[in-house]
């Protein structure tokens, strides 16, 4: 009888694994195939900010812009996910720049004057019926030639 529950208990914890890793790996798919491609001509930094997100959440990214470089930055989303909305602060929390969110594809290019780090947070916004998707945060630098 113990046996058979820790077998049953260890079954489970396998399939959420299996279920997790497919979820993140359709979503590092989604930033790949959808979001990357319109991060040109800037060059992609590497780093894939994504993750699954319902209606109703937020979350919040921590990430160093150096002075005088060119950024691009994309918010990606599927259409069933409505509007987010999109706050880039200083550590402060002062509001730097702010925007409403309703493409597939939202780009965001800027050049900072000095070195700093900023908070780039994301409110997904509550509808009736719970949705969820990946949501995706690409940054592309611009080449100095």
Known sequence: MKLTKTLYSISLLILFAIVTLNTLAQCKDFS???CKPSISPYIHDG??????????ESAELFKT?????????LICKPD???????????????IIYELELNKE????DFI???SQQLIVA????KQDQTESG???????LEENL
């Open 134 to 140: 990946c949501v995706a945060i690409l940054i592309g």
């Open 122 to 125: 994301l409110y997904i916004k």
């Open 32 to 34: 790949v195939n959808t």
């Open 65 to 73: 812009f150096f002075a005088k470089q060119s950024y691009r930055m």
């Open 105 to 108: 594809v939202n780009i965001w």
């Open 47 to 56: 780093i894939y900010n994504a993750h699954v997100f319902s209606t109703g």
């Open 112 to 114: 900072l004057e000095s």
């Open 80 to 94: 069933n996910i409505p509007i987010i909305d999109m706050i880039v602060m200083d550590t402060q929390r002062n």
